[in-house]
């Protein structure tokens, strides 16, 4: 083992610029690697901050029945008012909670007459909105 050693440092001695040459193909492929993912790291943090920190809380409340259906923008399966003072006494009551801010979600359809599109529409109060998600515009 100690004979394979020596001939392989007296090769690498051998050939400088070769060996240069290896060894700094292999450092600045490492070094790329290593900055894609970084890079990519970042711009997945950057997109899940951007979700989370404009639409989604760390909570969300819906009445029964409806995240089974999201997909169909169920109109019948709004929160009862009664239902949503209730759960707006329970939140106020809870001293660890810091903010909360109610939304509407509901679909609507855009038309020129020619062609009809539909869009998915959230509606917020911008003032308490600021507080529970920074990235609110």
Request: glycine share 8%.
């Amino acid at each position: 083992m100690g004979n394979l050693f020596k001939i392989a440092v007296r090769n690498l001695l051998r050939y400088k610029r070769r060996t240069l040459l290896t060894a700094s193909l292999i450092t600045i492929g490492v070094v790329f690697v290593l900055v894609f993912l970084s890079v990519s790291g970042s711009f997945k943090k950057l997109m899940i901050g951007q979700i989370t920190d404009s639409m989604l809380g760390h909570l969300q409340v819906h009445r029964k029945g409806y995240v089974a259906s999201i997909d169909n923008l169920p109109l019948n399966l709004n929160m009862k008012a009664g239902a949503f003072n209730r759960l707006k006494g329970m939140l106020d009551q809870q001293s660890e909670i810091e903010a909360y801010s109610p939304r509407i979600k509901f679909g609507g359809m855009f038309s020129n007459f020619v062609e009809t599109t539909n869009i998915r529409l959230v509606a917020a109060i911008p003032r308490r909105s600021s507080r529970p998600f920074p990235s609110f515009p």
